[in-house]
């Protein structure tokens, strides 16, 4: 399996690329009214809030707000949390709106979420009565609408019971395997660096290597790459997650060495210290199981959807 660089995300030597492996959804589920939610209630709320709560006032909320219990805890179902025109919005009612939410906003405090997320629910509820008062149960485009969710929704019902039963333990480690093998492991190397604009300065800096200054110190004092604060580390990287000048660089030097030439790449000057070369490691099934099942699982799937087109008379004819 591949290893992504541990600053990809902030050293400019490398390469702006995704993670090895990508973890694909089992299936895509419908959640009806969450991303409503989620955004607009949650804007207006936060207007009102700052025009009428002094700044001092407002941080002292926010600071209790981080304090109250995480949402998926905060809610217990015998509450009645507001009423609707002789309607009972309960705590049940609650918890089942929440369960539909993202695991993020669920583990939010519930300080900050729960009003709002109630004041939505009785929004909805009042909106479903008018909804009904004016029969639009009946209306074509409603019709229309939940017949396309019900085509969803037996969609993915059908993967799921094809695919009930066929993510065993035995599948799964037969799928890590494959993976392992297909991935070979790769050398890496563990490096530092320093990137500066000028090449003179480059010079300069590993004149002072020479003598025996410290190149986590000098980095810290002239990188002008992110990693400066970290001494110009990088971590363990193998050769192809860096531009192609850097990699080629890093790669030649044995443990302990560092470039006694500036390394030029579009990103300035480099000066690039090896602390340690090795065969990557290889990842452990445990802590890679999560994506050894999505990688199975959209196998399955593809080859389900294999079998149906195999059994299919299918013409697909795309404009010229």
């Known amino acids: 399996m591949k290893k992504c660089c541990s600053t990809e995300q902030s050293s400019p030597c490398c390469k702006k690329k995704k993670c090895c492996m990508t973890i694909v959804a089992l299936i895509l589920l419908v959640v009806a009214g969450a991303a ?18 002094a700044e001092g006032d407002a941080a002292k909320a926010a600071e209790a707000a981080k304090k109250s219990p995480p949402l998926n805890k905060a809610v217990k179902d015998s509450t009645v949390y507001a009423t609707v025109n002789g309607e009972k919005l309960t705590g049940k009612d609650v918890n089942a709106m929440i369960k539909t939410l993202p695991p993020q906003i669920q583990g939010a405090p519930s300080a900050q979420i729960l009003p709002m997320l109630v004041n939505q629910m009785v929004n909805d509820r009042l909106v479903d009565a008018a909804a009904v008062k004016e029969g639009l149960a009946n209306d074509a485009k409603v019709k229309e609408r939940v017949a396309l969710a019900e085509k969803q929704i037996a969609r993915e019902r059908y993967v799921e019971k094809n695919l009930e039963g066929k993510t065993t333990e035995e599948a799964l480690r037969k799928k890590y395997e494959e993976i392992l093998f297909s991935n070979p492991r790769q050398e890496e190397v563990h490096a530092r660096h320093i990137l500066v604009k000028d090449e003179a300065l480059a010079k300069e800096l590993i004149e002072k290597l020479n003598k025996g200054a410290d190149f986590a110190k000098l ?5 002008i790459d992110p990693s400066k604060d970290n001494g110009g580390d990088l971590g363990y990287f193998v050769k192809g997650m860096m531009v192609k000048e850097f990699g080629e660089a890093a790669f030649a ?28 490691p290889k990842p452990e099934y445990a802590q890679v199981k999560d994506q050894v099942r999505g990688q199975l699982n ?19 004819n795309l404009p010229k």
């Open 36 to 53: 409503g939610f989620y955004y607009w209630v949650g804007q207006a709320d936060a207007q009102n809030s700052a025009a009428s709560a």
């Open 219 to 223: 980095a810290k004092e002239n990188s």
């Open 298 to 316: 959209e196998d399955l799937i593809r080859q389900m959807i294999d079998g149906l087109r195999k059994d299919a008379k299918v013409e697909i």
């Open 253 to 280: 030097l044995k443990k302990g060495e560092y470039t006694k030439t500036p390394v030029k790449t579009q990103f300035g000057y480099h000066i690039i210290e090896v602390e340690d070369k090795r065969m990557q």
